[in-house]
């Protein structure tokens, strides 16, 4: 009778956790991709990018200028409050900051493969209007931009509080699921960095809450040749753009 009562009660854990994970498998694009705080859009997109039978819709400031600078946001930025910010903080350059697929007023829906490509293409419409095309990427951002640099020209690369793998990070929250077989939306930058060959500055928030440093370490370790590290003092996840340094450090470096 207890042997009977264990094997039931084995099988009943085994049925919870499969289904915890079932659930954590379906449900990883919702926790990967937050665009729900974009959706109230109250500046009018001036930028359209056509890709894949997809139209990207997003702004683009200080229009002219022979330099250019992709801007890709976090998981659940709203990018087109950065628009004041990077405008007058890197005069110099023309910044195109388009919405991913299912944010702000793009249409589509995100995934890894298809933000890549689609960053792909908008370095594609941009390059030949300008000198020379920069890219920043914040968080999520980062992997799509470090897959950018390792396959386009980029001028420079900027990563603002990365990691080196989604897949590692989640490893971390969840030690107890096996993610590196569920997970599909894997942003492993790790494997992209050595490809890319142009200067490249990581900016890490010293008191980041999301992104474990441990992990903005490796990703900078993965790169061929050294990135600049600006560690901002004091700084979390969502509140690095408000420090000087941060700042600073942007503008020396793009200039």
Same mark, same amino acid.
């Given at each position: 009778m207890f042997v009977r009562g264990v094997l039931v009660l084995a099988v009943l854990c085994l049925v919870i956790y499969g289904g915890l994970c079932l659930s954590l498998y379906l449900g990883q694009r919702q926790q990967v991709y937050r665009?729900?705080?974009?959706?109230?859009?109250?500046?009018?997109?001036?930028?359209?990018?056509?890709?894949?039978?997809?139209?990207?819709r997003g702004w683009v400031v200080n229009p002219g200028r022979s330099k250019a600078l992709l801007y890709f946001g976090g998981n659940g930025e709203r990018i087109e409050d950065s628009r004041a910010e990077l405008a007058h903080g890197l005069p110099d350059r023309t910044i195109y900051l388009v919405a991913y697929r299912g944010y702000g007023?793009?249409?589509?829906?995100?995934?890894e493969a298809a933000l890549v490509g689609d960053a792909m293409a908008l370095f594609d419409q941009v390059s030949p209007?300008?000198?020379?095309?920069?890219?920043?990427?914040?968080?999520?951002?980062?992997? @799509?931009a +470090?897959?950018? !640099?390792? &396959?386009?020209? =980029?001028?420079?690369?900027?990563?603002v509080t990365p990691f080196d793998s989604l897949v590692r990070v989640a490893a971390g929250y969840f030690p107890w699921v096996p993610v590196n077989a569920l997970m599909r939306e894997r942003f492993e930058s790790w494997?992209?960095?050595?490809?890319?060959?142009?200067? @490249?500055? +990581?900016?890490? !928030?010293? &008191?980041?809450? =999301?992104?474990?440093?441990?992990?903005?370490?490796?990703?900078?370790?993965?790169?061929?040749q050294p990135p600049v590290l600006q560690v901002?003092?004091?700084?979390?996840?969502?509140?690095?753009q408000d420090y000087a340094d941060y700042r600073v450090s942007l503008d020396r470096f793009l200039r």
């Open positions: 665009p729900e705080a974009t959706w109230p859009v109250r500046q009018a997109p001036d930028f359209e990018l056509r890709h894949d039978g997809v139209t990207l007023a793009s249409e589509g829906q995100p995934g209007h300008h000198q020379a095309v920069a890219v920043l990427g914040r968080s999520l951002g980062s992997g @799509v +470090v897959q950018l !640099a390792a &396959q386009r020209p =980029v001028e420079r690369l900027v990563l494997r992209y960095a050595s490809a890319v060959h142009c200067p @490249v500055l +990581v900016i890490q !928030a010293e &008191q980041d809450e =999301v992104i474990p440093a441990a992990r903005t370490r490796a990703l900078v370790s993965a790169f061929g901002v003092a004091d700084a979390g996840h969502n509140t690095i």
